[in-house]
């Protein structure tokens, strides 16, 4: 069982549309970050969520954390093909620093 | 700008061979981290450290160990290679391990088991 539940697994829409992918958890984070991977490379950090219920904001995309830090969302407005990868929640347990573990990930296509 | 730097890039060993994946960063990152990643998994932890001369298991650390004797590298061994153990590798440091510095990934290491 992971510690992190992603969902949904894949995801694929046409450029243009909006998508919401979620992470989810029974243990309370410390932070959480969000990761994009495109094939061949390492993930890349797109943003770090630090406070319950923070909101922000990059470009088209938008993030949450729960205000119970347990969970946390990525949203994609108008999607573009440029958007295409696998999306990757991480975080560290309150009662486990150091230990940084992700989630299974959701790939998502975008087509033209 | 080197980054984190990952070699080899690509191994085919064959059952109970050993074999070392090189990871070395030039960032002066105190945290470094191993993962592996097979399909509908995400990364897995493996094992990591929180500076030169400590270590600590992750998630996944049976047939793995990992030695920090400079800030610089921190190697993963394979002590003998088993077909499970097929995987990309990847190789990552941040400035410190509370999860709210950026993790620096190298390209990984495509291992294959036969």
């Known amino acids: 069982t992971q510690l992190l539940e992603q969902s949904p697994q894949f995801l694929s829409i046409q450029e243009g549309e909006n998508l919401t992918v979620y992470c989810n958890s029974s243990?309370?984070?410390?932070?959480l970050q969000w990761y994009r991977q495109e094939p061949g490379e390492g993930p890349v950090l797109l943003v770090t969520v630090v406070t319950g219920g923070e909101v922000k904001k990059l470009k088209r995309l938008t993030f949450q954390f729960g205000d119970a830090r347990k969970d946390s969302s990525l949203h994609i407005t108008a999607a573009q093909p440029g958007d295409t990868g696998l999306y990757l929640c991480?975080?560290?347990?309150?009662?486990?620093?150091?230990?940084?573990?992700f989630g299974a990930g959701t790939q998502v296509v975008v087509t033209p | 700008n080197a980054g984190v730097t990952q070699t080899p890039k690509f191994q085919v060993l064959k059952t109970g061979q050993s074999m070392t994946l090189q990871c070395a960063q030039d960032?002066?990152?105190?945290?470094m981290s191993w993962y592996r990643q097979d399909p509908g998994m995400g990364l897995r932890l493996i094992h990591y450290s929180v500076g030169a001369g400590i270590t600590d298991q992750g998630e996944v650390p049976n047939g793995y160990n990992v030695s920090r004797s400079t800030t610089e590298d921190f190697p993963l061994r394979l002590l003998s290679a088993a077909p499970s153990q097929t995987s990309v590798y990847f190789c990552?440091?941040?400035?410190?391990?509370?999860?709210?510095?950026?993790?620096?990934f190298g390209d990984g290491t495509r291992l294959s088991i036969l």
């Open positions: 243990s309370v984070f410390s932070s």
């Open positions: 990552a440091s941040s400035s410190q391990g509370r999860g709210n510095q950026p993790q620096h």
């Open positions: 991480a975080g560290v347990r309150t009662d486990s620093w150091g230990k940084l573990q």
């Open positions: 960032m002066n990152h105190e945290y």
